[in-house]
């Protein structure tokens, strides 16, 4: 029994009805599960309240060379409705506070009273928290949060431990065992979190390698300004709406953007041509689907296989007149329908050398009109029940456009004809269609007699 046990018989040692070891392994098997740092710490914050039988926790991130706070419980608090105000506090991770001790030092802290630090202590505590909230903070427990390497990933601290179970008594010292099971607790989380950290920086450089891929693709291309981030996004809402996961939906956002790679592969003569393609160029153009895929295609990973499957069928129509293989219907993968929407939406909107953006009005009735022809009518639905979301990321991504080169004019270019190289052929074209055709003739505004807002490959 404690020493303040001793003076209220009533009230039974805490340390004595609580099953450490079933609650660290309880915990540790929630804990390996979650994947969201967040809500790892919140749930390691919760744990440690329990087990440390205490009035309050709270947890900090290292971030470099600060503490982060990331959440805080306080019984006493919380039960005079006071809700806690740290957002976006930070503390120096060095010797002068409680926490920026037992991070730099790697040592717990086991205090007493920390209104009764010796005089020798090299940190001190600020008690702003206690005077701005009425409360006051005793005995102290601070803990660091190391992975298996030593590094410092936070901080968890506890406030007053209680002396009696279920959160009652006086507030007494953190007693030794109670401190080596939440050295255990914190050793847990921060391999969990460590885990969680290498996915996510495996995830950030996938992300970046693909980025860095397209772009490399881009020296080639003129279609930049932003085009793949929005037309990446517009494929993950559409997908999403369409009914894919939250999982396959991380995949499109990825392969997406790989739709043109393939255009690695074609001769800057034809890419860059600044007139109309010949039906020789145009089939070289269109071989940009196949090439994509060839370069993506045997792959294990998730996103390079569905990026190879977007790269063959971006370009395919719905009513079969598309290429490279003339796919009708649903025979078209869902990804390839999706993106082709996506990006043609953005192409039409956009501003290339060779054409302006179109108004966005016109842009609408476009896609209303390819409906059931170019694109899946069931996606064209869906793009316009999500209107709102969909020209938010087109606001939120706004093209760096290049310097216009031509006037507006009628599209006049035939749909997804080979090469539109005459009047005649040109005048029996819908505009959209062009963007798949485009290859057909870019940057006619070098050509003045044959001069129109067409869209390239996008
Ligand atoms: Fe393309
Ligand atoms: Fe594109």
């Known amino acids: 029994m404690s020493e303040n046990n001793k003076q209220n018989p009533g009230v039974q040692d805490a340390e004595n009805s609580i099953d450490y070891l079933n609650l660290l392994v309880t915990s540790g098997l929630a804990l390996s599960e979650m994947d969201d740092p967040a809500e790892l710490l919140s749930l390691m914050a919760q744990t440690a309240l329990i087990m440390g039988n205490c009035e309050g926790c709270t947890v900090y991130e290292a971030n470099g060379n600060q503490l982060k706070f990331v959440t805080t419980r306080n019984r006493v608090l919380e039960s005079r409705g006071v809700k806690a105000a740290l957002k976006n506090y930070t503390i120096p991770i060095d010797l002068k506070t409680t926490a920026g001790f037992a991070a730099s030092s790697r040592k717990t802290l086991n205090i007493p009273d920390v209104y009764n630090l010796p005089p020798e202590s090299p940190f001190s505590f600020n008690p702003s928290w206690d005077v701005m909230t009425n ?4 005995s102290m427990m601070v803990i660091p949060m190391c992975d298996s390497r030593g590094n410092v990933l936070g901080v968890l601290q506890l406030i007053n431990h209680l002396t009696g179970e279920n959160f009652s008594g006086d507030v007494s010292p953190f007693p030794k065992k ?3 099971y939440l050295k255990a607790l914190a050793s847990q989380c921060g391999v969990v979190l460590r885990n969680l950290r290498m996915q996510d920086d495996l995830r950030q450089s996938r992300i970046e390698t693909v980025k860095k891929f397209v772009k490399a693709s881009e020296y080639h291309d003129t279609d930049t300004g932003g085009h793949i981030e929005r037309m990446s ?4 809402l559409l997908y999403q709406e369409l009914g894919f996961d939250e999982s396959a939906c991380e995949v499109m956002r990825l392969a997406a953007m790989l739709h043109d790679v393939g255009k690695i592969s074609t001769p800057d003569a034809v890419l860059k041509k600044p007139g109309r393609l010949t039906p020789e160029e145009f089939e070289i153009m269109k071989l940009h689907t196949v090439k994509g895929y060839e370069v993506l295609r045997g792959a294990d990973s998730p996103f390079l296989q569905m990026g190879a499957v977007i790269a063959y069928t971006h370009h395919e129509k719905w009513d079969g007149s598309g290429y490279p293989r003339g796919l009708k219907g649903k025979d078209i993968p869902a990804e390839g329908r999706v993106v082709a929407i996506a990006d043609v939406f ?6 290339r050398v060779y054409k302006e953006s179109w108004p966005i009005d016109k842009v609408f009735d476009e896609l209303r009109n390819c409906s059931g022809s170019h694109f899946d009518p069931q996606i064209v639905e869906i793009f316009f029940d999500n209107l709102d979301s969909i020209l938010e990321i087109k606001a939120q991504f706004p093209a760096i456009e290049p310097p216009p080169q031509v006037q507006p004019a009628p599209v006049t270019v035939a749909v997804g004809a080979p090469a539109a190289s005459t009047p005649a052929a040109a005048s029996a074209s819908t ?3 062009q963007q798949s055709a485009a290859e057909t003739k870019k940057d006619e505004a ?4 044959e001069q129109s807002p067409s869209l390239k490959a996008s």
Do not use: K
């Open 346 to 351: 953005d192409a039409l909107c956009s501003r």
């Open 431 to 433: 505009p959209v269609a």
């Open 446 to 449: 070098q050509n003045p007699q």
């Open 178 to 180: 109670v401190e080596s």
């Open 135 to 138: 409360y006051r903070s005793r």
């Open 233 to 236: 996004r517009y494929s993950v």
